[in-house]
């Protein structure tokens, strides 16, 4: 049987309400990085069932939602319980130059990584200078 004492609970306690309980869980932990034409955020989440796993995005808001739930059954006697449980959420604003619409989402070891491509219409492109004598006299300006 595991004996635990602990002469910190008030610390605890205090730091719960600050960072979260198991009826609202903390901060969802994240890393973003760019990564030449893609952009990547990726979300830990340590023993959340892949199907409760919820990604939407709505204009430029990308929502982030998964649900751990604590082992159940009739023989099941919880001993310990300091995983923080429930429903976690995390929303990201994301700027116009991502293509939210080629996002693809995968889950591996506890981490759910996004990658979102750069617009086209973001990337880096080099812009043409005519000459007058290339332009019969007129400035133009031509993308390519």
């Known amino acids: 049987m595991l004996m635990r004492t602990d002469p910190f609970r008030e610390i605890d306690r205090i730091a719960e309400q600050f960072f979260g309980t198991t009826a ?4 969802m932990h994240l890393d973003a990085y760019r990564d030449g034409d893609h952009f ?3 979300f830990d989440l340590p023993g959340v069932d892949p199907d409760s796993i919820d990604c939407t995005v709505e204009r430029n808001v990308l929502t982030v939602r998964a649900k751990r ?3 159940t059954g009739e023989n099941v006697e919880l001993v310990a319980a300091e995983r923080p449980m429930g429903t976690f959420t995390r929303q990201l604003f994301l700027g116009d130059t991502l293509d939210t619409d080629r996002l693809e989402a995968g889950y591996d070891n506890g981490v759910l990584t996004l990658r979102i491509p750069i617009a086209e219409r973001a990337k ?5 200078v005519s000459t007058p004598a290339e332009s019969n006299g007129h400035r133009q300006l031509t993308t390519a």
Request: no cysteine.
């Open 24 to 27: 609202r869980p903390a901060v």
């Open 40 to 42: 990547y955020a990726a």
């Open 69 to 71: 739930r604590r082992p």
């Open 124 to 128: 880096p492109r080099r812009i043409t």
